[in-house]
């Protein structure tokens, strides 16, 4: 959970950083953010993506969702109204395994790595002031 804040932190200061001034950033971020949102896998299923859609979902940096649920309910054996396991549910429905946690938390990692870098680059490189 703290690398998820901390990428999105990232994202804000590598928006800033890599445009001219804090309104083009706004403008750009909200606009990533909401087609992340929509591709995150929560409001629309990945099983439920189009498939030409779906190379977005795996690009897409909100894995953090995909992370507290595979984690919360993706082992659990209690049964739902319909005689289909929570596990299996979470798994049929949103497309989310619960083995693929590890692998999930080191493309976390590298996200929040990438996004600071990135910063990092942009404050040293770019430079937007007028003479």
């Known amino acids: ?3 998820t804040f901390l990428y999105f932190t990232f994202y804000g200061v590598m928006s800033m950083a890599v ?18 949102n929509l591709f995150s896998g929560f409001v629309v299923p990945r099983t439920r993506i189009p498939v030409w859609w779906r190379w ?17 309910f993706g082992d659990m054996k209690d049964k739902l109204d319909t005689d289909e396991t929570i596990e299996e549910f979470v798994r049929s429905y949103f497309g989310f395994r619960n083995d693929f946690v590890g692998i999930l938390a080191a493309v976390v990692v590298v996200i929040t790595v990438l996004f600071g870098f990135t910063f990092a680059y942009s404050i040293k490189a770019f ?5």
């Not at 977005?56 to 919360?72: E, H, K, N, R, V």
């Not at 430079?127 to 003479?131: D, G, M, S, T």
């Open 1 to 3: 959970m703290y690398f």
């Open 19 to 36: 445009t001219p001034n804090h309104n083009i950033a706004a403008v750009i971020s909200s606009a990533f953010y909401a087609i992340w």
């Open 56 to 72: 977005y979902y795996w690009c897409c940096p909100f894995f953090g969702l995909y992370g507290l649920i595979a984690t919360q």
């Open 127 to 131: 430079n937007f002031q007028k003479r």
